[in-house]
């Protein structure tokens, strides 16, 4: 089934912890995205790209770091991680060149870190 | 940047009409979307307005209108089903999508 692949599902972490959070798609979409969801503030934007071997910052980068080597993979890496870094992060892609160009989501992947 | 501003919560009865408003502040507007998600799930598309109107989908329709940065979700014949966040969003000119926190809507029997 095409989507989005998001691993791990879930996971605690140490602080101090280097983490990467990987994030696959198959739908050849060229732009992708890192958000995180915590409660009463909704998704906010980490990190993006709208082509392969090109990254953005979002709103919230500062303590993660990303890189799209190919169209179809996009990881996010918490260098050393901090309690505040608890959270839902949700990888998302789209197809720029059609109409509405909408995000498709990943299932998230749960982080705690201690 | 974008500044996005949506009730926090709604409730309904079942059969009814409800409205979610959503407004937004831009530096460089290139589409508003609405996105539905269940507790414990990804969000998913519902609509997107680019132009200034209503698109309609099914019991969903969404307005929009760019020059007083507004829009705003009509769902129509409520479920129960329909219990669930919906979250405004809106795309600047290098394509990020902002997302407002969420309007969290109970559709009561």
């Known amino acids: 089934i095409a989507g989005i692949t998001q691993a791990p599902t879930s996971q605690i972490l140490a602080a101090g912890r280097r983490m990467t959070l990987r994030c696959t798609q198959d739908m050849r979409h060229n732009a992708m995205y890192w958000y995180r969801q915590d409660l009463g503030l909704g998704l906010r934007l980490i990190h993006y790209?709208?082509?392969?071997?090109?990254?953005g910052k979002g709103e919230v980068p500062d303590g993660y770091s990303v890189s799209r080597a190919n169209t179809d993979d996009f990881p996010l890496t918490l260098a050393s991680a901090v309690p505040s870094q608890t959270s839902v992060y949700f990888c998302?892609?789209?197809?720029?060149?059609?109409?509405?160009?909408?995000?498709?989501f990943g299932e998230g992947s749960r982080l705690t870190v201690l | 940047g974008q500044n996005i501003d949506q009730p926090t919560e709604m409730t309904a009865t079942e059969g009814a009409i409800v409205q979610i408003n959503c407004t937004y502040q831009?530096?460089?507007?290139?589409?508003l979307f609405w996105y539905q998600q269940h507790a414990g799930e990804a969000p998913t598309f519902l609509s997107y307005?680019?132009?200034?109107g209503l698109e309609e989908k099914g019991r969903f329709s969404s307005f929009l209108s760019r020059s007083k940065g507004y829009s705003y979700l009509l769902l129509k014949e409520l479920q129960m089903k329909d219990s669930a966040s919906y979250l405004c969003?809106?795309?600047?000119?290098?394509?990020?999508?902002?997302f407002g926190a969420g309007t969290t809507v109970t559709v009561r029997a």
């Open positions: 969003a809106v795309r600047d000119r290098d394509y990020k999508l902002s």
């Open positions: 307005n680019v132009l200034d």
């Open positions: 831009t530096s460089g507007f290139n589409g």
């Open positions: 790209s709208n082509t392969a071997g090109t990254t």
């Open positions: 998302a892609s789209s197809d720029l060149g059609v109409d509405t160009g909408e995000l498709f």
